[in-house]
């Protein structure tokens, strides 16, 4: 079975840090773009970050400069170091996956979410 589950939200001052991971199993990682979402209440899911299975990394333009997303291929990982926290990142962060094979179609799977809450 398919498992995406999140770590190491929680509540930090602003200015602070915090690095979330996303452990997989029943995926083949190395072949899937991993990304990050956020919701906050009240709002629709957006766009944090992305990484393609070439490492090629994007970033919405709110955090551009301020996170970095990696990926462990070794350990089937994905990572998202966050600096200087704002208040308006505050949200559930969640993990997302996506393969696109020609033998499988596409799947698209995403973790439980974990919290993260940026306030003074």
């Known amino acids: 079975q398919v498992q995406l589950v999140e770590s190491g939200g929680g509540l930090v001052q602003p200015g602070g840090s915090l690095r979330l991971s996303c452990a997989t199993s029943?995926?083949?990682?190395?072949?899937?773009?991993m990304g990050w979402y956020r919701q906050a209440p009240g709002k629709q899911r957006e766009l944090v970050a992305t990484?393609?299975?070439?490492?090629?990394?994007n970033y919405a333009d709110s955090v551009k400069g301020r996170f970095t997303i990696s990926r462990d291929n070794a350990k089937n990982t994905v990572h998202l170091q966050m600096l200087t926290l704002k208040p308006e990142d505050t949200a559930v962060y969640y993990c997302?996956?996506?393969?696109?094979?020609?033998?499988?179609?596409?799947?698209?799977?995403w973790g439980q979410g974990t919290q993260v809450t940026v306030s003074s």
């Open positions: 990484i393609t299975s070439g490492f090629t990394a």
């Open positions: 997302n996956a996506v393969i696109d094979l020609a033998i499988t179609g596409r799947h698209d799977y």
């Open positions: 029943g995926i083949i990682f190395s072949m899937s773009k």
